[in-house]
């Protein structure tokens, strides 16, 4: 997390931030580069739009280097995390170690577009349209190469500052 006087920490009165914590959304795993220029960061803030070509917007930190990778290659894979993918979305928002890396921490494939985690059964190889600014993020703009949709036992989802399973899938 970078901290700057237009980027300050995030308060409970921000209605905003509240607003976004309450719409949720599924959690995916942004990734780019190869080898040692290999960068990932989770998002929910994901949207895609359909059309010729189709298209996925996402809104990163413009500091992280996940936006520096993605601009570099102009290539990035998306891929869905699952619940037992829980930490590892926990690593690569930041918020937790990695002991040895983040690409350590779990079987990473590498793809035209960027590293694929292996277990993921629903993702997406997208090339760089546009970054640019908006509000405290660069919104990326990506057309959408490939798409592989598989099946989703356990979705894992963000709301309110927590990962979640949707209620149909909870014991």
């Known amino acids: 997390m970078t901290i700057h006087a237009g980027h300050p920490f995030p308060t409970d009165d921000d ?25 990932g960061l ?22 992280s280097d996940l936006a520096e990778a993605v601009e570099r290659t102009g290539a990035a894979v998306v891929q869905l ?12 928002a930041g918020t937790a170690p990695a002991p040895g890396g983040l690409f350590r921490q779990a079987e990473f494939e590498q793809t035209p577009w960027g590293p694929r985690l292996a277990t993921a059964s629903t993702w997406t190889g997208v090339r760089l349209e546009s970054a640019r600014p908006t509000g405290w993020s660069t919104l990326l703009t990506c057309t959408i190469e490939e798409v592989v949709v598989g099946e989703e036992a356990q979705p894992l989802e963000h709301r309110r500052g927590r990962y979640r399973r949707p209620v149909e899938d909870m014991p």
């Open 42 to 63: 989770t998002l929910s803030s994901v949207m895609v739009a359909n059309g010729e070509p189709a298209r996925l917007l996402g809104l990163v930190d413009p500091d």
């Open 81 to 92: 995390l699952s619940w037992p993918d829980r930490d590892l979305a926990e690593m690569f």
């Open 15 to 39: 209605p905003v931030r509240r607003l976004r914590g309450r719409l949720g959304g599924a959690v995916s795993l942004w990734t780019a580069g190869e080898g040692a220029g290999r960068a």
